[in-house]
């Protein structure tokens, strides 16, 4: 059965947990990351009660062995890898502690290195499909956000370095630029005045952006995306 690792998982209504549900109903055997054993668990039992094959492995992103011993467990057959970690971590810089700017660079970039490396080595020969997820952040830096803005600008130009690294490998790498507030739980619930505000209209349909990701998954050899952006209708960009 082929496999697919994806890391950053969290609420069901969250995109790591979409991705992984989407994968499942591919076929895949789909290895659910991320910090929070009861969340990874709810995602499992969601795709095993739709008939499909999964495990919950808790691994810190930042984590280099974890991250190791996650791959580990895939085994053989890995066909695809998300990387879906990312936490906004607003904030100005004269006020910013090194340590929280750190910390950020950690959680978007550093865990991508350490999970991409570990992607790329276990696919060997055979090829596969190592995407990323990015932000609107990825492509700009903006006030009170240059934490955040810096390290997916990194985790940005990683992924075109190991697009270019490993596509002559059958390695196509994918950066995913989400452009927007995501509908999902983190900003309807951690955030519901700001959802409210929004509303529907103004929040990105998780299934849309997972079709991204299909698409991406989905292309042939001589036909590869290295990059696509999605956001809603009415979003100012
Ligand atoms: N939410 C948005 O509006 C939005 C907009 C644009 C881009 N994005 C990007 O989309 C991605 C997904 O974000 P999301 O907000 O929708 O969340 P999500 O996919 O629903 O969940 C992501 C999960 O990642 C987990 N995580 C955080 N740090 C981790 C670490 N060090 N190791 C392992 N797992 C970790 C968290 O788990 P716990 O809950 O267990 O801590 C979190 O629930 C991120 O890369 C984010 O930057 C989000």
Redesign the pocket.
């Known amino acids: 059965m082929k496999k697919a690792v994806i890391?950053?998982?969290?609420?069901i209504?969250?995109?790591?947990?979409?991705?992984c549900i989407r994968f499942a109903t591919k076929g895949l055997h789909v290895l659910v990351?991320?910090?929070?054993q009861t969340?990874l668990d709810a995602v499992v039992s969601a795709i095993k009660a739709n008939g499909g094959s999964a495990e919950a492995v808790v691994?810190?992103?930042?984590?280099e062995s974890e991250t190791a011993a996650l791959f580990d467990q895939a085994g053989s057959d890995l066909d695809v890898a998300i990387?879906?970690?990312?936490?906004?971590t607003p904030g100005r810089i004269a006020e910013m502690s090194a340590e929280f700017f750190e910390n950020s660079w950690?959680?978007?970039c550093f865990?991508g290195f350490l999970f991409g490396r570990e992607a790329v080595n276990r696919f060997a020969g055979n090829g596969g499909t190592l995407l990323f997820?990015?932000?609107?952040?990825s492509l700009r830096g903006r006030e009170n956000f240059g934490a955040?803005n810096s390290s997916?600008g990194a985790l940005r130009n990683l992924a075109q370095a190991m697009a270019k690294e490993y596509g002559r490998d059958g390695v196509h790498v994918g950066h995913v630029v989400?452009?927007?507030?995501?509908g999902?739980?983190?900003?309807k619930k951690n955030l519901p005045e700001y959802a409210e505000k929004l509303g529907e209209q103004g929040?990105?349909s998780?299934d849309g952006i997972v079709d991204g990701y299909d698409y991406l998954y989905n292309q042939p050899k001589r036909a590869w995306t290295f990059e696509i952006d999605v956001r809603t209708s009415v979003e100012k960009w």
């Open positions: 890391s950053g998982v969290g609420p209504e969250g995109l790591g947990a979409q991705l990351a991320g910090r929070t969340k691994a810190d992103s930042t984590n990387y879906n970690t990312g936490n906004n950690r959680v978007c865990g997820t990015g932000a609107s952040a955040f997916k989400i452009d927007g507030p995501i999902g739980e983190k900003i929040m990105i998780i």
